[in-house]
Nanobody, 114 residues
């Protein structure tokens, strides 16, 4: 089993920045991918960004050039740096890890509003 704990959400004005963190514990040797999904009210959960154990990353088109995913394997932690935030980025952000199984964090709220 893998446990994921997110932190770093909150309220920010449009154009601002936030950094989300996701700390993994448990059977972390089984993790290949770590990433972030988000779910806005009334919408389906969607992929934001994902990173492999070797550092290769992919992003949703809507966040390319604004968000950066990174991973510290020594700390078993992934990060999502979010810049130039827009109101449409408002959602609950979920940390995700995958290997032999898939794991989810509890979610952290990000609200972009003036």
């Amino acid at each position: 089993q893998v446990q994921l704990v997110e932190s770093g959400g909150g309220l920010v004005q449009p154009g601002g920045s936030l950094r989300l963190s996701c700390a993994a514990s448990g059977s972390i040797f089984s993790i290949n991918f770590m990433g972030w999904y988000r779910q806005a009210p009334g919408k389906q959960r969607e992929l934001v960004a994902i990173i492999t154990s070797s550092g290769g990353a992919n992003y949703a088109d809507s966040v390319k050039g604004r968000f950066t995913i990174s991973r510290d394997n020594a700390k078993n932690t992934s990060y999502l740096q979010m810049n130039s935030l827009k109101p449409e980025d408002t959602a609950i952000y979920y940390c995700y890890a995958a290997g032999s199984s898939r794991y989810w964090g509890q979610g952290t709220q990000v609200t972009v509003s003036s």
